[in-house]
T-cell receptor
């Protein structure tokens, strides 16, 4: 079956530091890949996505590239802000499935200190 | 545009009691999902509806969980009887359709504590 593995947190950084959150996946088909973010007290929001190999998703200074050869979708940001403190979830959607249910990783909590 | 609405936001019950959660998706969204998020884990799909039909309920514990979307709009998820391990946040999401590329929009969730 499908699965997503992401690095455990918490990840604690200083403001303006470089952030990387590793994500690898296992899928039987050709999935679409997503990063969702959950800010404190808020619901899950889509941060970025990529639908095929070598696609790069980007939003709010975050980037992730769909690497089929390494089955990875690592999230990066060059200079984090305190407002980036949140829990980040990597997820996949299997285009071969009847629906487009999301399979999530366990989440990585990021804390950015001023 | 109004987002996905859920109620209640919090619920505390004793084991073996019953509980129901309600979700109103974004207007016009045909697909509705219920996810269970246990503390420290990612959300797990319980059931997916396309209009008022079930697309996927393979991970729904059908001996105690049930869900319906009778008119193809809002939905109710019920647990009867509840167990301690049902303590979690129950997330409702909706999308325009069930095909690839349709973004899922999540509600704020209902946090259930079973004592």
């Amino acid at each position: 079956g499908n699965s997503v593995t992401q690095m455990e947190g918490p990840v604690t950084l200083s403001e303006e530091a470089f952030l990387t959150i590793n994500c690898t996946y296992t899928a039987t088909g050709y999935p679409s890949l997503f990063w969702y973010v959950q800010y404190p007290g808020e619901g899950l929001q889509l941060l970025l996505k990529a639908t095929k190999a070598d696609d790069k998703g980007s939003n709010k200074g975050f980037e992730a590239t769909y690497r089929k050869e390494t089955t990875s979708f690592h999230l990066e940001k060059g200079s984090v802000q305190v407002s980036d403190s949140a829990v980040y979830f990597c997820a996949l959607s299997d285009r071969g499935a009847a629906g487009n249910k999301l399979t999530f990783g366990g989440g990585t909590r990021v804390l950015v200190k001023p | 545009e109004a987002g996905v609405a859920q109620s209640p936001r919090y619920k505390i019950i004793e084991k073996r009691q019953s509980v129901a959660f309600w979700c109103n998706p974004i207007s016009g969204h045909a697909t509705l999902y219920w996810y269970q998020q246990i503390l420290g884990q990612g959300p797990k799909l319980l059931i997916q509806f396309q209009n008022n039909g079930v697309v996927d309920d393979s991970q729904l514990p059908k001996d105690r969980f049930s869900a319906e979307r009778l008119k193809g709009v809002d939905s109710t998820l019920k647990i009867q009887p509840a167990k301690l391990e049902d303590s979690a946040v129950y997330l409702c999401a909706s999308s325009l359709s069930s095909g690839q590329g349709y973004e899922q929009y999540f509600g704020p969730g209902t946090r259930l504590t079973v004592t």
